[in-house]
């Protein structure tokens, strides 16, 4: 069964720094492009990054750069998100999601590329 898993979600104080993880199972994510989305209560789903476990090529939205960095560890079949300097607006449901080809500069803002979704994991940034 192919299955997403994320996990690290928590609630966290701004500034404060969270990892969330998305392990797979059922397949190999060496050939694919992970993305991770990010979905905030009355609002649609938003990019915020995304790689390419062939090759690392990597990508994030304009409201996380400099704060998050997506990596990978082909040999746990895990991909990871490392948040830092979170803020409030941070505050959503995380999803990471599989894209069975390589995306590329558009991973992030296309969603419809992605076919297997995990079941998201919540962040909560307040004080």
């Known amino acids: 069964q192919v299955q997403l898993v994320e996990s690290g979600g928590g609630l966290v104080q701004p500034g404060g720094s969270l990892r969330l993880s998305c392990a797979a199972s059922?397949?190999?994510?060496?050939?694919?492009?992970i993305g991770w989305f990010r979905q905030a209560p009355g609002k649609g789903r938003e990019g915020v990054s995304c790689?390419?476990?062939?090759?690392?090529?990597?990508s994030y939205g304009d409201s996380v750069k400099g704060r998050f960095t997506i990596s990978r560890d082909n040999a746990k079949n895990t991909v990871y998100l490392q948040m830092d300097n979170l803020k409030p607006e941070d505050t959503a449901v995380y999803y990471c999601?599989?894209?069975?080809?390589?995306?590329?500069?558009?991973?992030?803002?296309?969603?419809?590329?992605?076919?297997?979704w995990g079941q998201g994991t919540q962040v909560t940034v307040s004080s």
């Open positions: 999601a599989a894209a069975p080809y390589l995306v590329y500069r558009r991973c992030v803002s296309e969603d419809n590329h992605y076919d297997t």
């Open positions: 059922g397949f190999t994510l060496d050939t694919y492009t």
């Open positions: 790689i390419n476990n062939s090759d690392g090529f990597t």
